[in-house]
């Protein structure tokens, strides 16, 4: 089967960084990509990553390592507007043009 | 920017019955993509279209259909809603497999 894997919640404060990791197991992998979705709202792409290593964006950050099947995204810097879930999604396990998404992490930020 | 308009944002309809939902997108993207959203279950897709009158089944599509007429409209029918079908639906455009635009969503109630 196919599968993404990431955790269900992570809690942090403000000003301080959090990891959130992706592991995946698919039958094609093009690339990694991640969303945002604030509660009642649509998801918005934030980043993707097609080849090893980082990518920075402003305060984000993504990371992949294909040998590992495996990718993380960053976040520095912590403001309360970033509580929201985080979604990773692989495209390549249905072909090019599908993601495949995990089942998202729910970020709470603290002051 | 990419807009991805939906035709409604929430809708109530009684088991048995058709519903309809529109999505709209104006970048002229080919694909196209309908997928239901639940708690803990991440974004599942129902159905995408690559072009103009093509599509193809995602991981959920019992109970679906769809129709795509024009490039920019991608239309989601339920031929006889059901009370598992009440969830949030998610409308998302792409060029390719690396960023996907999502529309605002509906919410849809089957009692």
């Known amino acids: 089967g196919q599968s993404l894997e990431q955790p269900s919640e992570v809690t942090a404060v403000e000003g301080a960084i959090v990891q959130i990791n992706c592991t995946y197991q698919t039958s094609g992998f093009y690339g990694l990509s991640w969303y945002q979705q604030h509660d009642g709202g649509a998801p918005t792409f934030l980043s993707y990553n097609a080849l090893d290593g980082l990518e920075e964006t402003g305060r984000f950050s993504s990371f992949l390592s294909r040998s590992d099947s495996y990718g993380y995204l960053l976040l520095q810097e912590l403001q309360m507007k970033d509580s929201a879930s985080y979604f990773c999604?692989?495209?390549?396990?249905?072909?090019?043009?599908?993601?495949?998404f995990g089942a998202g992490t729910r970020l709470a930020v603290h002051p | 920017d990419v807009k991805v308009t939906q035709s409604s944002r929430y809708l109530v309809k009684r088991t048995g019955e058709k519903v309809f939902l529109e999505c709209v997108q104006d970048?002229?993207?080919?694909?196209m993509f309908w997928y239901r959203q639940d708690p803990g279950l991440g974004l599942r897709l129902i159905y995408f279209s690559y072009d103009v009158k093509m599509k193809e089944k995602g991981d959920i599509p019992e109970g679906y259909s769809v129709s795509r007429e024009k490039k920019e409209r991608f239309s989601l029918i339920l031929e006889s809603a059901s009370t598992n079908q009440t969830s949030m639906y998610l409308c998302?455009?792409?060029?390719?497999?690396?960023?996907?635009?999502f529309g605002p969503g509906t919410r849809l109630l089957v009692l």
């Open positions: 970048m002229d993207h080919e694909n």
């Open positions: 998302a455009s792409s060029l390719g497999g690396e960023a996907q635009y």
């Open positions: 999604a692989v495209s390549g396990g249905g072909g090019y043009n599908k993601l495949i």
